[in-house]
Every structure is written in C-alpha cells, then in structure tokens.
C-alpha cells in the first residue's frame, strides 16, 4: 500500500507568496527583466516579514560528498524553493529543474512564478512522498 501525500503543501504560504507576486506585478506590470521581479520580490517579503535566502546555494550530494551546487531564485522559509521566470509559458525545463532541486535537497514544494505581459502565471511543483 502507498503512502498518501496532503493535497496541498503549505497552503497559507503558497497563498501569500502567489499574493505577493500578483502584487508586484500589479505595480510594475509585466515584460520587465527576471531581474527587476527578483529584486521587488525580495522587497516584498522583506515587508512582509518572511524568511527567504536569494540565490540560495542547494548542494547536490552524492554518498554523503558534495559533487556539484544548484542556486534557486529564492528558498522560502527553507522549505520552498521559489523560481521567477518572465514570460507567458512554462517550459518542460522549468519543471525538470525544479523538480530536480526538490529532488536532491528533499523539499516539498516548489512554485514557479512566471510575470507576463498581462498577469503572472503560477505553477506548484510538488516532490511526491
């Protein structure tokens, strides 16, 4: 018998992280650089109050040695790994590597959050049990 996952990991969190971003795409609008979104994410959670690590180093691991290092947008909380991406798709890339992050630092969730042009698109990610 398998072992069942919640629905939905870190909902409160999830749900002020994806409200902060449609704040900052609110004032900005969309078509900026990746850049410009990282830099008012981070004053937003500096305004909320939340933990976060920028450009957060996650060691890839192998047989308990270091063997190589993945850096996230952002690592929430130290549980959520949070990647900006400035456009209207996601690609299959963006998942894999987000998938691979989780994957190799046993994390939950992560959430990709992509400012268009006309809103921000959102993806949960979520490193099954």
């Known amino acids: 018998m398998s072992k069942k996952c919640e629905n939905l990991v870190y909902p409160d969190l999830s749900y002020k ?24 994410m981070e004053l937003a959670f500096k305004d909320e109050g939340i933990k976060y690590k920028r450009q957060a180093n996650l060691p890839i691991k192998y047989a308990d040695a270091k063997v190589g290092d993945r ?41 990709i959050l992509n400012f268009g042009l006309e809103k921000v698109y959102s993806k949960r990610v979520v490193n099954i049990c």
């Open 71 to 111: 850096f996230v947008d952002f690592l929430i909380e130290d549980r959520v790994v949070l990647e900006l991406k400035s456009g209207d798709r996601f690609g299959k890339n963006n998942l894999n590597q987000v998938n691979e992050y989780l994957k190799t630092n046993k994390l939950k969730l992560g959430i």
């Open 17 to 40: 992280l994806l409200g902060l971003a449609y704040s900052v795409h609110n004032k900005l609008g969309g078509g900026l650089r990746e850049k410009i979104y990282e830099n008012a």
